[in-house]
């Protein structure tokens, strides 16, 4: 049985969001076009949500590595926890913050938030983290 399965909420939506590449900014706030920045990780933080994918792109290569963010039981999110008393007709989301990681070259990674489900997403932040190695 897949997660929208055992809902009959209404319409099923479909939620992407692309992130934007990590700009190097000098100490002015300008772009620093002679630094090469590598992404490091990213943060996904939400609130009552349903399941959520981050996608991480590698652009020269047109790799794709899918990541399910899951609960703090371990399964993914929108999913009754195995083991618990929770009642299994019951709709389940939960709120907390998700490191994700996502290593390469800044420009050219592409990271995007994915979700097709009938339960609401709802992110509250998302960050990068990145490393900045000035050119010689």
Do not use: C, W
């Not at 897949?2 to 900014?25: E, M, S, V, W």
Request: no cysteine; proline share 5%.
């Amino acid at each position: 049985m897949a997660i929208d399965d055992q809902y009959a909420l209404g319409l099923q939506y479909r939620t992407k969001i692309t992130l934007t590449p990590l700009i190097p900014r000098d100490e002015q706030g300008k772009p620093a076009v002679n630094e090469k920045v590598y992404l490091d990780k990213v943060y996904v933080s939400y609130i009552d949500s349903g399941p959520l994918e981050v996608q991480v792109r590698n652009l020269r290569s047109d790799s794709v590595a899918t990541r399910t963010i899951r609960s703090d039981y371990g399964t993914a999110l929108g999913t009754i926890p195995t083991g618990t008393l929770l009642d299994p007709s019951e709709v389940y989301t939960e709120t907390g913050r998700r490191q994700v990681f996502a290593r390469g070259r800044s420009e050219d990674i592409e990271v995007s938030v994915d979700s097709v489900s009938h339960l609401g997403t709802r992110i509250a932040a998302i960050s990068q983290t990145g490393t900045i190695i000035p050119q010689v």
